[in-house]
């Protein structure tokens, strides 16, 4: 029953939000350009946060690491959001409503 939503999850999810944040633009990489890098991206960031887990008391452990990840592509996906000017709580306009490639010039 989880197997399938943490495969997901350390997969593909926390891949395509980082492409999402790299390539914002709908012109850059085609969909099953996105879908690959996200498949690779995923693939280096789950142990990337597995290192940075294993240097605090936690350690690396199902939940530090499911948090870890969750908190990440959260983080990711809202602030990406919220620079293209979409509020999470209501869809108006927050962060001043920037065009959508410009999150990087905060």
Do not use: K, Q
């Not at 709908?26 to 789950?46: M, T």
Request: proline share 7%; with cysteine.
């Amino acid at each position: 029953m989880r197997l399938l939503p943490g495969l997901l999850l350390v997969l593909f999810l926390s891949g395509y939000s980082f492409v999402v944040a790299l390539f914002p633009g709908r012109d850059d990489p085609d969909g099953i350009e996105r879908i690959a890098l996200s498949f690779g991206l995923s693939i280096a960031i789950a142990p990337l946060l597995g290192m940075g887990l294993n240097y605090t008391p936690h350690g690396i452990r199902l939940v530090p690491v499911l948090l870890g990840l969750s908190v990440f592509t959260i983080l990711l996906a809202v602030a990406l959001g919220c620079a293209a000017g979409v509020d999470p709580r209501g869809g108006a306009v927050c962060g001043g409503g920037m065009e959508a490639g410009a999150w990087w010039r905060w």
